[in-house]
């Protein structure tokens, strides 16, 4: 049985890939981001949480990642800080959590001899597409002081593979949606405006096209880069197919046979140059080298979306913009 870490495991996927691996037999120890409430994010309500070893602390600190690394054998690291309008907002702490965060970890995990590091990265880092679908060869475009600091990160972690022969791989997943997301995200935004009653909803550009992936078979796709024999490789996780944003509304109203007037809040857009039009994934490597693939489709993880959003609603402002 290997001992896997994994950071960011109190969000969205993060909890969720905690989950998957209990449930393969993994012994997980889960990083919880600190804070003085002993709050565990996501992992609170886990059905898994007893048969996980929960810590609570904070990447931005060297000698705490290298102490909660001792005696694991994998690290998923999926700790960062994510919202693209927040990184408009506070770009340095981006630079603290993302980049530095990340060397710590990664300099943790050569002092402790950990087998293999599996970096989280960004489809953002691809920026507007030059061409679909999106391979590992695409250039990288900062669009965003996030999908800045997520280059920078990716960078680091392949150098580490590069400079002091660290089992380095990457995993860039595409935008990923289910269950526990934050309304920061178009997905959970719709869903939940609608299922407050109001008769109108507040969204930005519906015209920009994404790769949509549910949560759990992204996790499948982190989950797989663990049978690998090579490294500092990176591995683009997604489906190959793309949705504009207005498609994904059409299809969450037909399913909840909902009909609202849509209203363009300028706050909800991004700056000129900074959106992305498109992102589309050529997954074709990591299918080659795991027969990951993904199964569910849009229709049927919305379906499952909006069960937990309808259950959990009171934890949600829709009213509110999310940064």
Known sequence: MRNILVTGADGFIGSHLCESLVK????????????????????????????????????????????????????????????????????????????????????????????????????????????????????????????????????????????????????????????????????????????????????????????LNFVLDTCEGFISLLNLKHFGEVYNIGSGVEYSMQEVLDLIQKILDSKVKIIQDEQRLRPKNSEVFRLCCDANKLKKATNWQSKISLEEGLRQSIEYFKENLENYKSELYNV
């Open 24 to 211: 393969k037999g993994f012994k997980v120890r889960a990083l919880s981001q600190y804070n003085s409430f002993n709050f565990w994010g996501h992992l609170e309500k886990s059905p898994f949480l007893k048969d996980m070893e929960v810590i609570s602390g904070d990447l931005r600190d060297s000698f705490f990642c290298e102490k909660i690394t001792k005696n694991m054998d994998v690290i998923f690291h999926l700790g960062a800080l994510i919202a693209i309008p927040y990184s408009y907002a506070a770009p340095q702490s981006y630079v603290d959590t993302n980049v530095n965060g990340t060397l710590n970890m990664l300099e943790a995990a050569k002092k402790n001899k950990i087998s293999h590091f599996i970096h989280t990265s960004t489809s953002e880092v691809y920026g507007t597409a030059f061409y679909v679908p999106i391979d590992e060869k695409h250039p990288l475009q900062a669009q965003s002081p996030y999908s800045a600091s997520k280059i920078a990160a990716d960078m680091m972690a392949l150098s580490y593979y590069n400079s002091f022969n660290l089992n380095v791989n990457i995993a860039r997943p595409f935008n990923t949606y289910g269950p526990r997301q934050s309304a920061r995200a178009i997905i959970p935004t719709i869903i939940t405006q609608i299922l407050s009653g109001v008769k109108e909803i507040k969204l930005g550009d519906l015209s920009p096209k994404r790769d």
